[in-house]
């Protein structure tokens, strides 16, 4: 059995981690490679790097900082934020990231993802959903930090996504993102049951059963979360050895 694995996300503003609800509100946490090189000690399985500003002044910046996080962290991390062109995500491959996230870019052309896919392979490409539900009870995809509302519908979209090459899926609840309030597991599962790639599973984490429920009723390969770590609620070690206890399997 593949075991489950457990992710910090660290959003990166100007070199900076750091966390609000929502996308909104944005506090600073710490120096996203020391805050990194913490959790890559502390058990942590992969990172993920999300540039939320990712305006192109700040991309040169951003590439540095994927180099010193190469040069410091020893597992492996994926990088997403501004990534819209095989040239962007070549730049950021290259100065060392194991995997690129795409979203909003994907949405705009979904090419994209096959062009990635074809010249590096589906192991690399992370295409990221931020979708949100809404009065109709569809949950619908948004771009730009989850800032514009689309058209795209969550489950058709990642099959789509799938099948152009993604080897993962990370679903973004903006429902329930910054929130520490549960993952939507329902919606998780349904999914995890429709997919054949990894579904990494993000928005709401609050405690040790959030992420136990997503990782076993929500059927997700994967949990990330924020707050309670950069806030220091729970280390990755003492959530892991809880959620070995409660037979899911994961890496101590």
């Not at 490679?33 to 790097?49: H, I, K, N, P, W």
């Not at 795409?102 to 979708?131: C, E, K, M, T, W």
Request: glycine share 10%; with cysteine; net charge negative.
């Amino acid at each position: 059995m593949v075991a489950k694995r457990i992710i910090p996300c660290l959003d990166v503003k100007g070199g900076r981690t750091v966390k609000g609800i929502n996308f909104e509100g944005l506090r600073d946490v710490g120096d996203a490679v020391e805050l990194g090189s913490y959790y890559a000690r502390s058990g942590a399985d992969e990172l993920v790097y999300l540039d939320i500003s990712a305006t192109r002044e700040e991309r040169g910046t951003f590439t540095s900082l994927v180099e010193r996080i190469a040069d410091e962290i020893n597992i492996p991390f994926t990088v997403g934020g501004g990534i819209g062109s095989l040239e962007d995500a070549a730049r950021l491959l290259d100065a060392g990231a194991d995997k690129i996230s795409i979203n909003s870019a994907a949405i705009a052309s979904p090419a994209l993802i096959d062009s990635i896919a074809s010249r590096y392979g589906s192991q690399f490409v992370v295409v990221a959903i931020d979708a949100r539900c809404m009065e109709d009870s569809i949950w619908r995809a948004t771009t730009h930090g989850g800032s514009r509302p689309t058209d795209r519908e969550l489950f058709s979209w990642a099959h789509e996504a799938q099948e152009r090459g993604a080897g993962e899926i990370l679903f973004t609840s903006m429902n329930h993102d910054g929130t520490r309030s549960g993952y939507p597991c329902d919606t998780f599962a349904r999914l995890a049951g429709m997919l054949s790639i990894p579904v990494i599973a993000s928005g709401g984490a609050g405690s040790v059963a959030d992420i136990a429920e997503v990782l076993t009723a929500g059927r997700a390969d994967a949990a990330l979360a924020a707050s309670i770590f950069h806030y220091g609620e729970i280390t990755i070690g003492d959530l892991k050895r809880q959620l070995k206890q409660m037979n899911i399997n994961v890496r101590i």
